[in-house]
């Protein structure tokens, strides 16, 4: 049994689930006044539903470099 070391990736994973989870309630904040039919925010609020991606992509590297820091080395 192989246990991989402890914080490989850690770090980034919960960065990215952070950063994603900001994206997401930023996400509902801005479609919020299209339903409501109150004046839209400016393009701004737009650019930070951004980090929805941007969190999964450092939380996906994070898993990547836990990975290989688990693989057996040839």
């Given at each position: 049994?192989?246990?991989?070391?402890?914080?490989?990736?850690?770090?980034?994973?919960?960065?990215?689930?952070?950063?994603?989870?900001?994206?997401?309630v930023?996400?509902?904040?801005?479609?919020?006044?299209?339903?409501?039919g109150?004046?839209?925010?400016p393009?701004?609020?737009?650019?930070?539903?951004?980090?929805?991606?941007?969190?999964?992509l450092?939380?996906?590297?994070?898993?990547?470099?836990?990975?290989?820091?688990?693989?057996?080395?040839?």
């Amino acid at each position: 049994m192989s246990t991989s070391p402890s914080g490989a990736g850690d770090l980034l994973v919960r960065v990215g689930a952070i950063v994603f989870f900001v994206g997401a309630v930023a996400t509902l904040v801005t479609m919020a006044p299209l339903f409501l039919g109150s004046e839209p925010f400016p393009s701004l609020a737009y650019a930070v539903c951004m980090l929805m991606g941007v969190g999964f992509l450092i939380a996906a590297a994070g898993v990547v470099r836990s990975a290989r820091a688990a693989a057996p080395k040839p």
